[in-house]
């Protein structure tokens, strides 16, 4: 049981260029969330998904698109990468909203120069 | 709108002493609380919960007990070992919510 796997673990962008970050998980949970976190801050919700085909904005979409075909995978796309989406990237899963809590994969590292 | 507020830190303690690393929050009705460690170069791990009020969430040695009145959350923990060095985080997710939402974290390192 691998929980939430993220790829890359690390990743150097040029300005312009575009990426997908991979995540899945086996837990058949239906929610999903991707967060940044930016050196000495909290985390900010990117997107968030409920289902598979179901996808909703959070606090910093602008830059970042996500697809939601399967229960199991949740990708993340920057196109046209700039310095300011230099981040650590968390994806996370949960069985239901609330009280269930979330589990987190182990992060991406992106650097844009 | 929900919101955490977390203890500023960093917090430096000296093994075996008392951790207490406060967290109050702003939400309407009765949301769920929660603490979340993150140990250097790892994602978040969920380390405790609480669901309703006046319920204590505990593992590892720590515990936090869920506070309508006061609302707080504060985490706690008798004697802290060096391994406890990592960054909290309390979250809160609304009666209803789909998301969480964080305190901005506090770093605690522990000096043997």
């Known amino acids: 049981n691998a929980g939430v796997t993220q790829t890359p673990k690390f990743r150097i962008l040029k300005i312009g260029q575009s990426m997908t970050l991979q995540c899945t998980q086996d837990?058949?949970?239906?929610?999903m969330y991707w967060y940044r976190q930016d050196p000495g801050m909290g985390l900010k919700l990117i997107y968030y998904?409920?289902?598979?085909?179901?996808?909703d904005k959070g606090e910093v979409p602008n830059g970042y698109n996500v697809s939601r075909s399967t229960t199991e995978d949740f990708p993340l796309r920057l196109e046209l990468a700039a310095p300011s989406q230099t981040s650590v990237y968390f994806c996370?899963?949960?069985?239901?909203?609330?009280?269930?809590?979330?589990?987190f994969g182990p992060g991406t590292r992106l650097t844009v120069l | 709108g929900n919101s955490v507020t977390q203890m500023e830190g960093p917090v430096t303690l000296s093994e075996e002493a008392f951790l207490t690393i406060n967290c109050t929050y702003t939400?309407?009705?009765?949301?769920?609380l929660f603490w979340y460690v993150q140990y250097p170069g790892e994602g978040l791990q969920l380390l405790l919960k609480?669901?309703?009020?006046?319920d204590k969430g505990s593992n590892k040695g720590f515990e936090a007990t869920y506070r309508k009145e006061t609302t707080s959350f504060h985490l706690e923990k008798g004697s802290v070992q060096v391994s406890d060095s990592a960054v909290y985080f309390c979250?809160?997710?609304?009666?209803?919510?789909?998301?969480?939402?964080f305190g901005q974290g506090t770093r605690l390192t522990i000096n043997p």
């Open positions: 998904s409920v289902g598979a085909g179901i996808t």
């Open positions: 939400a309407t009705g009765y949301p769920s």
């Open positions: 996370a899963s949960s069985y239901s909203a609330g009280a269930t809590g979330q589990f």
């Open positions: 837990m058949n949970h239906n929610y």
């Open positions: 609480a669901t309703k009020a006046d």
């Open positions: 979250a809160l997710s609304g009666q209803g919510a789909q998301k969480l939402v």
